[in-house]
């Protein structure tokens, strides 16, 4: 846990000690934000930036959203650390099956509970020791790739590449790089090459996690380089989202 000035950290290189540990710093602060987790897409509290600013997010949401019916039923779907489950509630009932994989506990409490009757199955683990005993039609991630540090990228993608079906697809969003996005009491580093940042609990605990903020065409580079093929676009302020099939 880290005391101090909000201010971007580069990664330092290749040193597993190092990323291991901000690796278990990540997944603890996530556990310990779920029961507060909702207000920064609903936009309350700290995450309040106005009605204007409000109704734009939730334009732009929907946005992705329509994009995401595009492929509607899903089939057999993976979603990882899909949280408080304010995807997975728009995604399972038109899925064949569906799987989450988050590391906490008390996110998957929370998902658990907004589904209700929904049948989805919850797996407590971490993604990149977790293996699946089957594969999926789709795999979704919300507000995940950018928590995957560049040195586990490639991994993250292999992978997604054998957990899907032949002609299965991933679908992803994220944050854009704006103020705007995140909490009035967080700063984002000026730097595009620092991969970690520091996040503030309503309770003012501060926590060091990875966040890139890709752009599309970044991220359609890397990905086409790895052997996918990406659609990736941007929403007009707020998101970075997309899809992603291995070419055939
Ligand atoms: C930014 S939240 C995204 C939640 C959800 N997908 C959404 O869009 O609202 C990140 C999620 O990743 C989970 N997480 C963190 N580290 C993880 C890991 N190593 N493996 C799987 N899930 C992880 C957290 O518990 C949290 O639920």
Known sequence: MLRGKP???????????????????????????????????LRKGRYDRGDEHTTQWFKEVEEVVAELETF???????E???????????????SKSYTVVDTSPEMIEINRYRLGI???TYIEHDVFTFEPDKQYDFIF???WISHVPSERF???????????????????????KTPMSTAVDHVLPDEDDCETLVRKLNDGRE???FKIFYRPEELTAKLEGLGWEPRIMQTENCFMYGSAHTKA
């Open 7 to 41: 201010i971007g950290v580069r990664v330092p290189s290749a040193s597993s000690d190092y990323l291991d540990s901000a690796w278990a710093e990540q997944i603890y602060y996530y556990r310990q934000r779920a029961a507060e987790y909702d207000q920064w897409f």
């Open 72 to 78: 509607s039923p899903y089939g057999d779907v993976l």
């Open 80 to 94: 990882i650390a899909g949280g408080t489950g304010l995807w997975t509630v728009r995604l399972a009932h038109k």
């Open 118 to 120: 929904t049948p989805v």
């Open 141 to 143: 991630f919300g507000f």
């Open 154 to 176: 490639q991994e993250f993608w292999d992978r997604l590449r054998s957990w899907l079906k032949p002609g299965g697809s991933v679908f992803f969003l994220d944050s854009a």
């Open 207 to 209: 926590f060091k996690i």
